[in-house]
Structure formats: structure tokens, C-alpha cells
């Protein structure tokens, strides 16, 4: 009967009748993310050691911009999360 089997999805190789392929990789129904163009990770090849590869790397390339963004975003939720706590500020400065 299958009690501990799942089924498996159907697939179907469609082609659309009128399509024209101009040089362009895959399907034109292909799902693809909106930022993977831009993504270093997603090109190329995707396994493990690569994307892990690629991750370190980038993280090597420091943009100060970059830093100083997270510096202050991370600066605004303290103040927020202390002005929620009603923490008093006035210890700081005498």
C-alpha cells in the first residue's frame, strides 16, 4: 500500500509550440530569483566548496559604506529597545 512511501510529483517536459530560442539559456517558464544576476554565490558552479568559496571571499572585500550601515542600523534598534525598556540614558553623562 505505500504507508511510508511518498509519491513522487509527475514532471512533464514542455515546450511551447511558438517559442524561438535566440541564444538564451533554458526555458522561458524558468523560475529564477530577482537578485541572482547580482548574487557572486548563485554564478557559476553550485556546490558545496564553491558557494562556500565564494561566501569567503566576499567576506573578505570590505566596503566601508557597507560597515558603517550596519554600525548605525545596529545603533538606532539599541536606542529603540532601550527607549522601549524605559532605560534611563542619564547614567551615561554627568
Do not use: C, W
Not at 20 to 43: C, L, M, Q, W
Amino acid at each position: 500500500m505505500g504507508l511510508f512511501k511518498t509519491r513522487q510529483n509527475k514532471k512533464y517536459s514542455y515546450t511551447p509550440r511558438y517559442y524561438k530560442n535566440n541564444g538564451e539559456e533554458g526555458s522561458p517558464y524558468a523560475i529564477k530569483h530577482k537578485f541572482d544576476e547580482y548574487r557572486t554565490i548563485t554564478v557559476g558552479k553550485h556546490n558545496l566548496k564553491s558557494k562556500l568559496n565564494h561566501a569567503l571571499s566576499d567576506l573578505k572585500e570590505k566596503d566601508p559604506e557597507v560597515n558603517r550601515r550596519i554600525l548605525i542600523i545596529i545603533a538606532v534598534l539599541v536606542l529603540i529597545f532601550l527607549f522601549i525598556i524605559d532605560f534611563d540614558l542619564s547614567i551615561f553623562f554627568s
